[in-house]
């Protein structure tokens, strides 16, 4: 054009824009090289476009293996590393679609940070994006490398994914070969924000899913500190009244001074009772308060277990049982002591802070939903009682577990209506005028859950037993075994 300068000076590009305009020269200077014809750049139109217009991971795997299908008439098939339990896994393919349930790779399908060729297949590595350089005091940058290090390397070290197969049988060229593997590049690209997408919404699920455990569990019951220190007001009230009454009657006879102070020595009972109960309950409750706010659960987006070698009984069950006593009392049920845990009980690993709540849920609810029932004797009966018990073949046959119990009486339910209280926010049909949430019995199956073990309903002739099992670990402790005292 006339009076346009026939070397245009380039654009001042600002310091905030320099990085990405470096990539995207580098960018344009690769798409000259790979020179790919006008249908393999519509090839990788059609997957970036599509993998925009679908959101499920199930479609994305289909449009993985689709496109080479459908356009150049490639078959192929998408493998990926779930854990390093299960390894390597067929999650989709041209002739199957998605799988319902993964299937392992038939060797030699393998993991292997280059491409190779195996008897008319090529298969690629699916990379996942470079993290974030670490920088000094960058936050952002230590985030993405926490975030990556817990989406990546599930099947060991490295960027891997998984692996991409592509079969043709009229082969492929070193030129197809190139184009696949930059494809497959895509994929690695995409797969990974996707999961990181998906990893979000989980923590956003288990944030408000803890929020709901730190209701139940920590909000509700330190609203108990109310009626603690409401008590305590009472006394001091009492207190300055005897002061009062006492000042008027100094000269008073000696069997009026004895009546003060036998009400004294009842005050006094009345003071350290409750500052008993007070540190008891400050005791539990800090316990929960930081088996629940740890700071791993927010960075993993999930509970982080600590276990410790603990014996049950003594160290989660008596001290659960000792706080809830009072409110056992209140509700007149009966507390039967196991005969089975008497003698010795051995250590087991496991989260004291979130098992402790676990027996909490169960000893709260047992406070609330114990029935009165007329027992195999004719007598009537209101009561709890917990044990434990050795089963064979959990969690695999050959293995032993141990199986925890709390029993009390009233109406029983069939087996599926108790199990079914285990799924968050069910409650029983027969209780609808008690307060309750229906998360209790969740909380618990998550807790068991993570520490290996599964929980469980049976319904008995006079009461149901809510249970769960943990996993028994060897017998090699250098602990000496715990008895409780006579």
């Known amino acids: 054009m006339t009076g346009q300068p026939t070397n245009p000076q380039p654009p001042c590009i600002p310091p905030d824009l320099e990085a990405v305009c470096l990539r995207v020269r580098e960018k344009a200077e690769s798409y000259e090289q790979y020179n790919f014809s006008r249908g393999r750049n519509d090839f990788l139109k059609a997957f970036f476009d599509l993998a925009q217009e679908y959101d499920s991971l199930d479609d994305f795997y289909r449009i993985c293996v689709s496109v080479p299908l459908a356009l150049v008439g490639v078959a192929s098939s998408l493998y990926l590393c779930e854990d390093c339990e299960h390894g390597l896994q067929l999650v989709c393919s041209s002739e199957e679609g998605v799988l319902s349930e993964p299937r392992r790779a038939d060797y030699p399908v393998q993991m292997q940070e280059t491409p190779y060729d195996l008897g008319g297949s090529y298969v690629i590595p699916i990379f996942s994006k470079q ?21 990546h390397g599930l099947c060991g070290s490295g960027r891997i994914l998984g692996m991409f197969e592509v079969r043709r049988k009229a082969g492929l060229t070193e030129a197809d070969k190139f184009f696949f593997a930059k494809y497959t590049n895509r994929i690695g690209y995409n797969l990974d924000n996707r999961l990181i997408a998906r ?3 989980e923590r956003l699920k288990f944030i408000n899913t803890l929020v709901i455990d730190i209701e139940h569990n920590i909000i509700v019951p330190n609203m108990y500190f109310r009626h603690l220190f409401n008590q305590l007001k009472k006394r001091i009230g009492l207190i300055e009244e005897l002061r009062r009454e006492m000042d008027a009657n100094r000269d008073g006879a000696p069997l009026r001074c004895s009546f003060c102070n ?16 007070i540190v008891k309950h400050h005791a539990n409750m800090s316990l929960f308060i930081e088996s629940l706010f740890r700071r791993e659960h927010f960075e993993r987006g999930h509970l982080v277990l600590h276990p410790k070698r603990c014996f049950v009984e003594k160290e989660v069950i008596l001290p659960q049982l000792d706080h809830y006593a009072s409110r056992l009392q209140a509700a007149n049920v009966m507390v039967d002591r196991p005969q089975n845990m008497y003698e010795e009980e051995f250590p087991l690993m496991v989260d004291i802070g979130l098992l402790s709540q676990v027996y909490a849920n169960l000893f709260s609810n047992a406070a609330k939903y114990t029935k009165e029932v007329v027992d195999h004797r004719g007598q009537s009966r209101k009561a709890m009682a917990y044990g434990r018990e050795i089963v064979d073949n959990f969690p695999v046959a050959g293995k032993k577990g141990v199986k925890f119990n709390v029993f009390t009486t009233g109406p029983g339910m069939t087996v599926e209506q108790g199990n079914r209280l285990f799924q968050e926010g069910m409650r029983g049909d027969d209780n609808p005028n008690i307060p309750g949430t229906g998360h209790g019995l969740s909380f618990i199956r998550l807790v068991v859950e993570m520490h290996g073990g599964s929980v469980g309903y049976e319904s008995t002739p006079e009461g149901n037993n809510f249970y769960f099992i943990l996993p028994l670990p060897p017998v ?7 008895r409780r005292p006579e």
Do not use: C, S, T
Request: charged residues 35%.
């Open 476 to 482: 090699d402790y250098p602990v000496a075994p715990y």
């Open 262 to 277: 036998g009400r004294l020595r009842a005050l006094q009972d009345d003071l350290v009772k409750y500052h008993q109960e």
């Open 199 to 201: 990893q979000n919404i």
């Open 131 to 151: 993290p974030f350089p670490r920088k000094i005091e960058d936050r952002n940058a230590e985030r993405q490398m926490q975030l990556w290090d817990d989406l």
